[in-house]
């Protein structure tokens, strides 16, 4: 068979939507069919729901979906991160329970890391999972779950050996989240939502087929949920683009992404804002006064470079390129976007950025960034753990000194809480 190219990849995706394409099928209707002809998931393998073609082939497919008009696949929320784990990591019967059901959007997912001991040094977790009877039974306590209250199922990263060190000790599961013995609690954030769960676990089970990793390997799989983490926020915004068009297909998505998209609302980009704070300064009148061009000025030229590198980034993937140390930079830079857009917006606002609701400037939104802001630089690694990751990775300065990694993990000195 010829190898695909830019041109047939575009006319063979083209004929199938021209061909396939109803807006008034149900959304998982609409999915299962996209599925079927690998469309859906271009650059997935050809055995589970793809068409095993390229990075920049998979855009020239989403650009036919666009130029028709037709929603893709599910794309948003963990579940991203879950399907890259599987794809990776699991068995064929993992990626026959699971990956089509995520593609249609049938099942939703959560992450089941951070504890409240342990979030940047995650390898600390000690959730712990022991194998009795004939199951893997689990209990402890994990925390800033997004979305657990919308999931089926959660990437568990749980401690099954207390006597191996540190990082060897731990497993990956695929846990079912609508079970006896886990109980989610949501989380009111200072923004007023409440997006991030507590998960508490008492005897909750898994059968043994159920673990994604060796027993004790867990940390190897988890890598690669964080390393698509770093690039997920991206893809987020690039596939969740919910239309107002008729026609039941759009109206179930609409409905689909105001879900998955809740907890992400605040997230990097949208936290600074932006085109906000010229908007605010034209209405206010502030724009005139050049010291406030200035900061404005400042704030974009800190956000085009962000933006830039990213792309930079994404042009390097699309060439066969590793990711590079921009996952870090963009992750540090969106923090630093989002802190000096809240300051130039309080700048511009005044004391209207600090009112909540109507009566705060632009409607209460400038008071919500500012609240949110804060969560910018502690999601997926703090800003302090993304310079130590450029310090050591990029820079190749000496890497932090480590008591806690030699030796078993029942005698580390770890935090406690309570
Ligand atoms: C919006 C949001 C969504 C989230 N969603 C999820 C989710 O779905 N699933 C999930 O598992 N987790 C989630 N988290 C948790 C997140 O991953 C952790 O909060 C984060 O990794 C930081 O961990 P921590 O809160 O335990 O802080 P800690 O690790 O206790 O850090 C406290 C402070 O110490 C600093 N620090 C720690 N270690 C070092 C070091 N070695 N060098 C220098 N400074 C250091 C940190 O930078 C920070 O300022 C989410 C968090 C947020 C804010």
Known sequence: MSEPTEGSVRQESRNWLEANWDPDLSLVEWRNRLVDSGWGAPTWPVAWHGRGLSDPLGRVVEAEMDRIGAVGVARTGIRNLAAATILVHGTDMHKEKFLRRILTGED?????????????????ATTRADFRGNKWI???????????????????????DWDAPKHQGLSFFIIDIEQPGVDVQP????NGHASFNQVFFTDAEIAPEFILSETGNGWAVATTTLMHERRGADSLRRYAKASNRPGRVYEEEAAEIAIQLEPYKWYPQRAGRVDLVIERAKATGAFDDPAVRQEIAKLLTLSRAAEWTARRARAMQDRGGPQGPEGSLGKLAASNVARMAARVHTLIAGADAMLAGPDGALDGVIAEVLVSVPAVSIAGGTDEIQKNIIS?????????????????FRDVPRNTVG
């Open 108 to 124: 939703t997912w959560c992450q089941l890391f951070s504890e409240p001991g342990c979030g940047s040094d995650l390898a600390g």
């Open 138 to 160: 689990v209990n402890g306590q994990k925390v800033w779950t997004t979305s657990a209250h919308h999931a089926q199922y959660g990437l568990l990263l749980a401690r099954t």
């Open 187 to 190: 989380l009111r954030q200072m």
């Open 392 to 408: 050591e990775r990029v820079l190749k300065m000496p890497k932090e000194p480590r008591s806690d990694t030699k030796g078993p």
